[in-house]
């Protein structure tokens, strides 16, 4: 290994990783609370357009990267994801103009987490796929006012590096493709969404928008759309719902390339051993606390 600095347990000493240093660490903090606001402000934004779309948690939008952007409410997985980006980018050497890893949200929300990675790590390429169509809406408002909130100066360095680096494109779509929706549909993705279904359906729907499932088949494959596909990414993030891990997890052993990284935040990582054990090609590269795992595809 070079570039990253091991502790005595052959694991990474986290206290090394340039995010966590005195200097750096307000800052960080400071950006995820002024993301936050700005994608807040793009859900009043919203909700100011149609007095119908009123309750954020019913449309189930934010709730997995708001959460994971959140310190008070989920410093673990926070903490684990970007110790997980920070690890890798030292790994091999480091990053450089030559060697700039595709990264692929899967589950891209409004952007939340993807700006933070853009801040702090500016030679990855980064990517995602969004399933629900106005977490889109929101990270547009969020990009066209992301110096119009009144942030702190300690954060300005940060935010001119998102924009000097290139925003991360977001595209809409199925994460399995419209090659892989027989994928989605055979192994039970759909059902597993449940009442949470229903709800987007429902709200969807009142907001003028097509519902779930005819979102799923009338938007173009997003792998068409970004010009890449799943074997292309070099680095794939996961923060799915409990129901979705499996699946999605299943697909991505199947599809990565070989060498690729699955950095996946749960709440108990530990739990998903047996689930990681189903698959002779996934090997536990590293954990960060109990929240977070990287998984290396071979």
Known sequence: MNGSTLAKDNTPDINSFPWRQENMLGRVRTLRGYIQKLTGTASSYFHEQDNTWSDRNTLGIGMMNISVLDWSKNKGACEGALDSFSYLSQMEGGIDESNRPKVLDFGANSGDFLLLLRALFPKYDLYGIELQPYALDMYQHALANLKEGDPDPSITELLDQIEQSGVPTIVPGNFFGSNHIQYAEKHGFYEVWGDDLEGINEAAEDYGQMSFEKYLSRYPDPYEEL????????????????????????????????????????????????????????????????????????
């Open 227 to 298: 010009g890449l596909d799943i074997e292309d990414f070099d680095i794939i993030y996961m923060y799915q719902f409990p129901g979705n891990t499996p699946v999605v997890l299943d697909f991505l052993a199947k599809n990565c390339k070989p060498g690729a990284k699955i950095i996946v935040n749960y709440s108990d990582n530990k739990q998903l051993d047996p689930l990681y054990e189903q698959y002779p090609n996934l090997n536990i590269d590293q954990r960060f606390g109990n929240q977070c795992a990287i998984l290396e595809v071979n």
